[in-house]
């Protein structure tokens, strides 16, 4: 071999080697660790809110706001609708508002523990301390108000995960707002939101070690459920951060949850 074809075997191998090390560092897992998760601060508000699904009260446009730019399952061009996301905390409560576009508006479940998720839902998953644990609080409601409330705990029995059903707090007040025609697809909705006020007792015990107070850190998915045909169970999944393995694992996967921090 002379040394132009040795120089150019040298490049080609060179460029091969940049091209998988990019190509790798694509494929990079998105991996939480304490120091580079997204943080959402939650401010504290001083002023009554109240969980009617309406955005009457000023402290809502002084919250940060995040949309849902991580979207699953989507196959047709309507699948992929805005989300808009905000929360609040007092002493008493942590709040919640979803604002969800939604050209069909659709539902069916209205039982406790039942199945809102194959619904129009909105979900939020909650870590009542900073890192990772094999348990999180789930509140998954659909415009019906229908609340499938779970402590999801992960790895039960042989990787398996399991919702503990009979984690049924009190007193949490949720309230909707419809823009449009539920379960009627005959016209095209506007959407519909959803704001929460859960009291403190509902982490009761969960809160030992990481109460909510200015300065704790909690971990947290938010994210939504979209059905857009009135039979059958096809859906869409939208979430604030990325959920790495999605299709094979689903969204309970608390090493994908990023942080809030409650502050003043
Ligand atoms: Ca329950
Ligand atoms: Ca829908």
């Given at each position: 071999m002379?040394?132009?074809n040795l120089v150019f075997k040298f490049y080609k191998i060179a460029l091969i080697f940049c091209v998988l090390v990019?190509?790798?560092?694509?494929?990079?897992?998105?991996?939480?660790?304490?120091?580079?998760?997204?943080?959402?601060?939650?401010?504290?508000?001083?002023?009554?809110?109240?969980?009617?699904?309406?955005?009457?009260?000023?402290?809502?446009?002084?919250?940060?706001?995040?949309?849902?730019?991580?979207?699953?399952?989507?196959?047709?061009?309507?699948?992929?609708?805005?989300?808009?996301?905000?929360?609040?905390?007092?002493?008493?409560?942590?709040?919640?508002?979803?604002?969800?576009?939604?050209?069909?508006?659709?539902?069916?479940?209205?039982?406790?523990?039942?199945?809102?998720?194959?619904?129009?839902?909105?979900?939020?998953?909650?870590?009542?301390?900073?890192?990772?644990?094999?348990?999180?609080?789930?509140?998954?409601?659909?415009?019906?108000?229908?609340?499938?409330?779970?402590?999801?705990?992960?790895?039960?029995?042989?990787?398996?995960?399991?919702?503990?059903?009979?984690?049924?707090?009190?007193?949490?007040?949720?309230?909707?707002?419809?823009?449009?025609?539920?379960?009627?697809?005959?016209?095209?909705?506007?959407?519909?939101?959803?704001?929460?006020?859960?009291?403190?007792?509902?982490?009761?015990?969960?809160?030992?070690?990481?109460?909510?107070?200015?300065?704790?850190?909690?971990?947290?998915?938010?994210?939504?459920?979209?059905?857009?045909?009135?039979?059958?169970?096809?859906?869409?999944?939208?979430?604030?951060?990325?959920?790495?393995?999605?299709?094979?694992?689903?969204?309970?996967?608390?090493?994908?949850?990023?942080?809030?921090?409650?502050?003043?």
């Amino acid at each position: 071999m002379n040394s132009k074809n040795l120089v150019f075997k040298f490049y080609k191998i060179a460029l091969i080697f940049c091209v998988l090390v990019s190509y790798i560092s694509c494929k990079k897992e998105y991996k939480l660790s304490l120091d580079d998760r997204p943080l959402f601060k939650v401010k504290k508000t001083d002023r009554a809110i109240v969980a009617d699904g309406k955005m009457d009260e000023t402290d809502w446009t002084k919250s940060e706001v995040r949309t849902f730019d991580y979207t699953y399952k989507a196959e047709k061009p309507d699948d992929t609708q805005k989300t808009t996301f905000r929360m609040l905390w007092d002493d008493e409560n942590l709040y919640l508002f979803f604002e969800c576009e939604d050209k069909y508006i659709t539902a069916r479940e209205t039982k406790r523990d039942g199945m809102p998720f194959y619904d129009d839902c909105a979900e939020i998953f909650l870590t009542p301390a900073p890192n990772s644990s094999n348990a999180h609080i789930c509140f998954e409601v659909n415009v019906l108000k229908a609340v499938n409330d779970i402590v999801y705990v992960n790895d039960f029995t042989q990787g398996l995960g399991l919702p503990v059903k009979g984690y049924n707090p009190n007193d949490v007040k949720i309230g909707v707002q419809i823009n449009g025609t539920l379960n009627d697809n005959s016209d095209i909705d506007k959407g519909w939101t959803m704001e929460f006020a859960i009291p403190k007792e509902a982490f009761l015990g969960a809160d030992r070690h990481y109460p909510i107070k200015a300065g704790t850190q909690w971990a947290f998915l938010a994210l939504r459920q979209g059905r857009n045909e009135i039979e059958g169970e096809r859906r869409v999944t939208s979430t604030i951060f990325p959920v790495d393995n999605f299709i094979e694992k689903d969204v309970h996967q608390p090493n994908m949850f990023g942080l809030m921090e409650f502050v003043k």
